[in-house]
Nanobody
Framework: QVQLVESGGGLVQAGGSLRLSCAASGRTFSRLTMGWFRQAPGKEREFVAAITWSAGATGYKESVKGRFTISRDNAKNTVYLQMNSLKPEDTAVYYC?????????????????WGQGTQVTVSS
């Protein structure tokens, strides 16, 4: 089992920045592919970014490329999502997720563990 706890969400003005953190415990963190997803009110949960266990590969939703950066610190069992140039359309609950596989995937169904989420609100 893996437990995931997100933090770092909040209210920010458009153009601002936030850094989300996800602390993992349980199964060996360094062997997990980690992802970030988000869900806006009335919308389905969607892929944002993912990173392999070695940090050798990353993947991003097209609309966040160049603005968001995913990274991880295996010594701290933590994955981060640095979000810059935030837009009102980035407003959502952001979820951290983990999967045992080594590939970058965007499908919700391929992730085995989920955090409770952290709210990000971007005002215009």
């Amino acid at each position: 089992q893996v437990q995931l706890v997100e933090s770092g969400g909040g209210l920010v003005q458009a153009g601002g920045s936030l850094r989300l953190s996800c602390a993992a415990s349980g199964r060996t963190f360094s062997r997990l592919t980690m992802g970030w997803f988000r869900q806006a009110p009335g919308k389905e949960r969607e892929f944002v970014a993912a990173i392999t266990w070695s940090a050798g590969a990353t993947g991003y939703k097209e609309s966040v490329k160049g603005r968001f950066t995913i990274s991880r610190d295996n010594a701290k069992n933590t994955v981060y999502l640095q979000m810059n140039s935030l837009k009102p359309e980035d407003t959502a609950v952001y979820y951290c997720a983990a999967r045992a596989g080594s590939a970058i995937t965007a499908s919700i169904l391929t992730y085995d563990y989920w955090g409770q989420g952290t709210q990000v609100t971007v005002s215009s």
